[in-house]
């Protein structure tokens, strides 16, 4: 299985929008409406921000948002902050109880 | 307050093993599936195994198939992962996390980390 495709990394200002893309197979991300994302920062575990590709669990900022068509999954953070910046990772339910994760993408704010 | 806490990670000879075991609290541990996911230093996360609530039914990577195995001990609400035959590239952060809604993994410990190396 291999690993979904990120942009290695994406940068923004305060108050501004971004998009990251997460691209897979029709075997993953294609077949399933179960992406996840997850954002990270230095030295903690990562933590569930977007699930089944545009729910938002209790406690995310409604700010953050996700959507997909065809083999491609996107998150997008609105009016960012500077406790934006951190890595943000996609997965997906790949089928035959097995899971993956995309490569990471660095958020920088700028 | 619902936790994991990860404990067994340390340094291993190439061909050697280790088992992590993964404390939950704050929740009720035999009502889920659980995982283990793990993370190369500088690298995404990668999935490496589940298993469901009552310990009857198992999945895993490919890259682990037949070196590790995932068990569980819900009435010690712990989780565990043996490690065998270990190779310079198992070398990573492993955290056990909660299987949530939508397949996803939505809470996660803090890791422990298992570094393969002569």
């Known amino acids: 299985q291999s690993a979904l495709t990120q942009p290695a990394s994406v940068s923004g200002s305060p108050g501004q929008s971004i998009t990251i893309s997460c691209t897979g197979t029709?075997?993953?991300?294609?077949?399933?409406?179960?992406v996840s994302w997850y954002q990270q920062h230095p030295g903690e575990a990562p933590k569930l921000m977007i699930y089944?590709?545009?729910k938002r669990p209790s406690g995310v900022s409604n700010r953050f948002s996700g959507s997909k068509s065809g083999n491609t999954a996107s998150l997008t953070i609105s009016g960012l902050q500077a406790e934006d910046e951190a890595d943000y990772y996609c997965?997906?339910?790949?089928?035959?109880?097995?899971?993956?994760f995309g490569g990471g993408t660095k958020l920088t704010v700028l | 307050e619902v936790q994991l806490v990860e404990s067994g990670g340390d340094l291993v000879q190439p061909g050697g093993s280790l088992r992590l075991s993964c404390a939950a609290s704050?929740?009720?541990?035999?009502?889920?599936?659980m995982h283990w996911v793990r993370q190369a230093p500088e690298k995404g996360p990668v999935w490496v195994s589940r298993?469901?609530?009552?310990?009857?039914?198992?999945s895993y990577a490919d890259s682990v198939k037949g070196r590790f195995t995932i068990s569980r001990d819900n009435a010690k609400n712990t989780l565990y992962l043996q490690m065998n035959s270990l190779r310079a590239e198992d070398t990573a952060v492993y955290y056990c996390?909660?299987?949530?809604?939508?397949?996803?993994?939505?809470?996660w410990g803090q890791g422990t980390m298992v570094t393969v190396s002569s």
């Open positions: 996390a909660r299987a949530g809604s939508g397949y996803t993994f939505d809470i």
């Open positions: 704050g929740f009720t541990f035999s009502s889920y599936s």
């Open positions: 298993i469901n609530s009552d310990g009857s039914s198992t």
């Open positions: 029709s075997s993953d991300v294609g077949s399933y409406n179960l």
């Open positions: 089944e590709g545009s």
């Open positions: 997965c997906s339910f790949a089928g035959s109880d097995s899971w993956v």
